[in-house]
């Protein structure tokens, strides 16, 4: 007989109580073999998210989730291994350039990312743009190219933490994607199978977040990095800013190219400052001290390491990107200070376009997507271009332009953009 049955689980954390071990254990595999029923576990990840959790039970929740799957090990690899993720935002490119950045300084990069869903890109989708591109990798082809080239950005196999695709499959559709335990245990599961040796976590704020406040933003970075340090990954995070979307782009190709301008030396400030910010902790939390990222952007070999990336996965990186069939440019309505730009709206209005999917199993549009032409801080001008929007489908524009429409603010006088890195938690 089971040593537990999912109504005493349910109802224990319904009351408030804390679950044991022996329950997390039991009612996480069960759920993955299909014994508990996807009604039972909703319930349950609802009582989870009013009444939380204490550290333990996030433990042992994250502990059995990794269980439920395969365990990869890089321990064998010629250098010490770094990964980076991102709790999501608009724009956000970061991993683009960042992985072949950190290879080329001597780490390597197993990144494996996903797709996007809702108002936030995939960097998977955003790689697809790039023809002949293929996210899909065996283990023993990802383990080939860390040793040849240093970095991988492929999809997670079906084989890790099986139990959280379940669980966040349930989640999306019952409300309960924001529960912090929940939320904690699912990254870091994946990311403690994955096998890194080191982890820096970018845990984004604000409005295109889905943290819109620094004090849960903190709470969640505190407990992901408790989970890591204590499974042995050295882990730390970075809160930063995603009240204003990353860079001038937000998109698939557009981002790849943008990404691109970064590994050339050039690029938009604020990527290239995440970029490096994210690139020395990585390297610090794999031991290497001695080697400056910035030096390796400005001398070209990250930029080797990304054309070996792309080439390894059957990309071409020399082929040209695709650019969507319509496009249609927005005017500034005023001369002055552009003050706000809302990371929300930009998300929307690209996800409107094409760029995004409403379901996982929909398509994207690799051309689509929003550029805007000033960030906060910079003149605009009346009647001169404040965003380009791009689409296969001109019926798009109109629900994208509503979405940006209250998303920006024109102002007088100077204003200062806040700080991208807001904090720091180790
Ligand atoms: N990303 C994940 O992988 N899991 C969550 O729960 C939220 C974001």
Redesign the pocket.
Same mark, same amino acid.
């Given at each position: 007989m089971a040593p537990h049955d999912a109504v005493e689980v349910i109802t224990a954390k319904r009351d408030k109580g804390e679950l044991s071990d022996s329950q997390i254990d039991w009612v996480i595999a069960a759920y993955t073999r299909g014994d508990v029923a996807d009604e039972q576990m909703s319930s349950l990840a609802m009582s989870i998210l009013l009444n939380g959790m204490v550290p333990r039970e996030i433990a042992r929740w994250t502990a059995a989730m990794i269980a439920s799957g395969e365990r990869m090990d890089f321990s064998a690899l010629s250098r010490p291994t770094a990964d980076k993720h991102s709790?999501?935002g608009v724009g956000d490119k970061i991993t683009l350039p960042l992985a072949p950045l950190v290879a080329a300084c001597g780490v390597a990069v197993p990144q494996l990312s996903g797709r996007g869903l809702g108002h936030t890109g995939g960097t998977l989708d955003k790689l697809e743009s790039i023809p002949g591109w293929r996210a899909t990798l065996s283990n023993e082809e990802m383990f080939a190219q860390l040793e040849s080239v240093g970095a991988v950005i492929c999809a997670a196999g079906d084989g890790l933490a099986p139990a959280d695709k379940k669980l966040?499959a349930l989640r999306d559709v019952t409300g309960t994607?924001e529960a912090i335990p929940? &939320?904690a245990s699912? &990254?870091m599961s994946?990311k403690i199978a994955e096998g890194t040796g080191a982890l820096v976590l970018d845990v984004k704020v604000g409005t295109g977040a889905f943290m819109k406040d620094v004090a849960r933003a903190r709470e969640l970075a505190e407990t992901m990095v408790g989970l890591g340090t204590n499974a042995g990954v050295n882990t730390v995070a970075l809160l930063t800013d995603m009240n204003t979307p990353l860079g001038l782009t937000a998109g698939n190709a557009i981002e790849v190219v943008e990404s691109i301008e970064v590994l050339q030396g050039g690029g938009p400030a604020d990527v290239v400052e995440l970029t490096l910010a994210l690139a020395r902790e990585m390297l610090t939390a794999a031991g290497v001290t001695d080697v400056d990222p910035a030096g390796k952007l400005a001398d070209g070999s990250a930029m080797d390491v990304w054309r070996a990336m792309i080439n390894a996965q059957g990309g071409d990186p020399e082929a040209a990107l695709p650019v969507a069939r319509e496009s249609h440019v927005v005017t500034s309505p005023s001369t002055g200070t552009l003050t706000r730009l809302d990371a929300m709206a930009v998300g929307l209005a690209a996800w409107r376009l094409g760029a995004g999917r409403a379901r996982k199993e929909d398509p994207v549009q690799a051309g689509a997507g929003v550029v805007w032409h000033a960030r906060p801080g910079d003149r605009v001008t009346q009647g001169e271009p404040l965003f380009t929007l791009l689409t296969d489908e001109p019926e798009r524009f109109d629900r994208a332009l509503e979405s940006l429409e209250s998303g920006f603010d024109i102002g007088e006088g100077t204003f200062t953009a806040p700080d991208l890195i807001i904090d720091r938690i180790d």
């Open positions: 709790t999501g966040y994607v929940l &939320i699912s &990254i994946k």
